[in-house]
């Protein structure tokens, strides 16, 4: 490679533009709620969980040079808003998850299952994930059809326009809408609010990790680690990005932001479906929404949680709805003669109860079917 090219390829790996900027936003029906509930029922303090996010958005954007989502664990979000925990439990419970994918990544375990794992049940993961999103976003945009089906078909007349990309054009109809019912006085004057160094007991990461940990597990591996591999090599071949790796990037950040208030965060095919879709590209789109959220963390803090409990959510939804609706498409990829058997497993199952059983099921469907004499090449 030549000089000439290396710098090509390196300003390919790093845009800033409209586009690149409305892909960051392309996961924000992930964070919002659960954002919501971290602070408003947990206590967390908005600054660290916003500031931590938007520093591992950047580290990831640089490390990776494509746009690699950052969001909260979900099994670990929704125990915590349900059982009301405090802010060091919150706090524990990821540098618990940090401890384990750090040890999952250098002992190999990752490398292991991912070989493992036939493309089938990927697949299975994927479509499972898409419907489910599908299905949740159906019941955002009841909050307000009108909206809500004004806001799918803005999406699919603009998609990745380059002058009015969909996801911008969507998150400014949600703000106008908030101006014109008056929700803007929830905004308090902009403020310098610095994360705050926190802590948390030995006893509570154990805690944490029985109550919530290791039905996570299952989850990470199957959606934040082998599937979103398996999305990086669909829609960049030429950039892989190993389960290994994933892995260890999620260990290590979750060994850290926890002291400076940060939540439990992981990686996601979803997201990374919904930034693909709305138009990023590369680490631009990391760089971009690493430094809104630390924006909003350091000045608009007091203002947060009001901010995203307010925002339509059928807007929201319509924005899931469409991400749904790529994952879906993923299903095109398979052979219908040997893979329909174990890839509707894994889906019926991921639907019926939840993912990882859905990828055990699929898994164990597999290798059943492959053992059949005259059938090894399942």
């Not at 659960?34 to 996010?53: E, K, Q």
């Not at 006893?203 to 591999?229: K, Y």
């Not at 892989?240 to 990037?249: A, D, G």
């Not at 990391?286 to 307010?310: C, H, R, T």
């Amino acid at each position: 490679m030549t000089n000439d090219e290396y710098i090509t390829l390196k300003i390919k790996s790093f845009e800033f533009n409209l586009r690149e900027l409305a892909g960051s936003m392309g996961d924000f029906g992930t964070l919002f709620p659960l954002a919501i509930g971290y602070i408003a029922v947990c206590g967390l303090n908005p600054a660290g969980f916003l500031v931590m996010m938007g520093v591992a958005n950047i580290v990831t954007g640089l490390l990776y040079r494509l746009p690699i989502p950052i969001e909260p664990m979900k099994v670990l979000a929704v125990v915590a808003i349900a059982q009301h925990w405090e802010p060091s439990m919150v706090y524990a419970s990821g540098f618990g998850m940090g401890i384990v994918w750090t040890v999952f990544a250098l002992i190999g375990v990752m490398k292991w299952i991912a070989k493992v794992t036939p493309d089938s049940v990927i697949r299975g993961i994927q479509v499972a994930l898409g419907i489910i999103l599908a299905i949740e976003a159906i019941k955002m945009i009841s909050t307000w059809w009108i909206i809500g089906v004004l806001s799918i078909i803005t999406g699919l007349v603009l998609g990745r326009n380059r002058y009015a990309p969909a996801a911008i054009v969507l998150m400014a109809l949600g703000l106008v809408i908030m101006i014109v019912k008056g929700q803007f006085n929830l905004v308090e004057s902009p403020r310098l609010t610095l994360p705050i160094i926190t802590g948390f007991s030995p006893r509570e990461v154990w805690q944490s990790f029985l109550q919530a940990g290791l039905a996570q597990i299952p989850l990470t591996a199957t959606n934040a680690v082998i599937a979103t591999s398996a999305l990086i090599k669909s829609y960049w071949p030429e950039k892989p990005v190993s389960e290994s790796r994933l892995s260890l990037n999620m260990g290590i950040m979750n060994l850290i932001l926890p002291f400076f208030g940060g939540m439990p965060l992981c990686h996601g095919a979803g997201g990374l479906a919904g930034q693909y879709y709305f138009g990023a590209r590369t680490g631009g789109a990391n760089i971009i929404e690493g430094l809104i959220e630390i924006a909003m963390g350091l000045f608009l803090a007091g203002s947060i949680a009001g901010l995203f409990s307010v925002f339509p959510v059928a807007i929201i939804g319509a924005m899931m709805f469409l991400v749904g609706v790529e994952l879906v498409k993923f299903a095109r990829g398979i052979h219908w003669d040997r893979d329909i058997i174990p890839m509707g497993t894994t889906l019926i199952v991921s639907l019926l109860t939840n993912m990882a059983y859905g990828f055990l099921s699929g898994f164990v469907v597999y290798y059943l079917i492959k053992s059949i004499p005259g059938r090894k090449n399942v």
